[in-house]
């Protein structure tokens, strides 16, 4: 199972980014999608998840700005980031808790795109 996130780059504060996250490869099922951040010098933190259903949790400190959303049709999940903050600058990941044919579930991750947002 291969994840490839597309969508970071640099944005002035207060603007917008949309991340979105695909998995390919010889997937059975995808259940929890989730996106990651990892900022320099900090330690990888959540940011959002999604449940195959649709269920949705976040991070504190995202809470009514990002929107996590996905597509089980295309295998995919996004992420709607609003009113960005310089302390959101961060390399993105996806992360995909997925079932491939013949491998046992686990956990899969993309390569990361930059979010920088400054002025």
């Known amino acids: 199972v291969r994840l490839v996130e597309s969508g970071g780059g640099l944005v002035q504060p207060g603007g917008s980014l949309r991340l979105s996250c695909a998995a390919s490869?010889?997937?059975?099922?995808?259940?929890?999608m989730a996106w990651y951040r990892q900022a320099p010098g900090k330690e990888r933190e959540l940011v959002a998840a999604?449940?195959?259903?649709?269920?949705?949790d976040y991070g504190d400190s995202v809470k009514g700005r990002f929107t996590i959303s996905r597509d089980n049709d295309k295998n995919a999940v996004y992420l709607q980031m609003n009113d960005l903050k310089p302390e959101d600058t961060a390399v993105y990941y996806c992360?995909?808790?997925?079932?491939?044919?013949?491998?046992?579930?686990?956990?899969?991750w993309g390569q990361g795109t930059q979010v920088t947002v400054s002025s």
């Open positions: 999604i449940s195959r259903g649709g269920s949705s």
């Open positions: 490869g010889r997937i059975f099922v995808i259940n929890g």
């Open positions: 992360n995909a808790e997925a079932i491939a044919l013949g491998v046992a579930m686990r956990a899969y």
